[in-house]
């Protein structure tokens, strides 16, 4: 008799448990789906998009491998500035019309700030393309011609990193899904015909999309470079 009455309470017990069980689960199940509602109601949303159709400058079908820049876009920036006469610094080359637009943008030069030694060319304006608001072009070089500095050639987006990089990769742009370095083409840097190469892994190229002041930026750096070191 003591036995069974021990049963029932034992029973009794774990029958209460379990209802209690069930209401907490009902709570927590009804928790996590608010949280995921609230989640997907956070689900990032572009402001409207601002500037010209960019879609003249920037192809991503182009042919190179600095696709989506086309030629007009390269030759934009790369005539944007110059090395000064002893190779020291980095000058603006003036005010430069942007292609296919009625835009005119005037170079930032900014000296090196770290340790890297690269000056840093901004040109500013804003556009659209493919869905994308562009924020300008960017290089990061140094006035020297052929040292071991990288030449790093920049697009400018407002758009989150996750969102630049999955469009580009969508779009058959040469770049991993989530902005992640991605090695493109490398030489080992030992035996490279450049006088100190050979403290550098490898010389190559690197794709990749992260923050960068405050924008976000599609990278492209062609140099010397260690594993792992972009």
Not at 30 to 42: D, I, L
Not at 98 to 114: C, F, H, W, Y
Not at 169 to 196: C, E, F, H, Q
Request: one cysteine or more.
């Amino acid at each position: 008799m003591r036995i069974s009455i021990g049963l029932v309470a034992v029973l009794g017990l774990l029958a209460g448990g379990c209802g209690n069980a069930s209401a907490d689960d009902s709570a927590t199940s009804s928790g996590a789906t608010s949280a995921a509602e609230a989640a997907q109601e956070e689900v990032y949303k572009p402001a409207p998009l601002r500037g010209p159709d960019l879609s003249g400058l920037f192809d991503a079908k182009e042919d190179h491998v600095l696709a989506p820049l086309t030629m007009d876009a390269r030759m934009l920036l790369n005539y944007s500035y110059k090395s000064n006469d002893n190779q020291t610094a980095l000058v603006s080359a003036g005010p430069r019309e942007v292609p296919t637009t009625d835009i005119t943008v005037t170079p930032r030069i900014i000296a090196p700030q770290g340790d890297d030694g690269l000056w840093k060319v901004r040109l500013d304006f804003e556009g659209q393309w493919e869905g994308l608001q562009v924020l300008g072009l960017g290089a990061d070089t140094s006035p020297v011609s052929f040292d071991l500095k990288p030449d790093i050639t920049k697009m400018y987006f407002a758009e989150p990193v996750t969102v630049v990089a999955k469009k580009l990769a969508d779009l058959g742009i040469d770049v991993n899904p989530d902005g992640s370095p991605k090695v493109l083409r490398k030489l080992p840097g030992k035996g490279y015909p450049a006088k100190g190469s050979d403290t550098f892994d490898w010389h190559g190229q690197v794709s990749m999309v992260r923050e960068d002041e405050g924008k976000t930026a599609f990278i492209f750096r062609e140099g010397f470079f260690n594993d792992g070191e972009y």
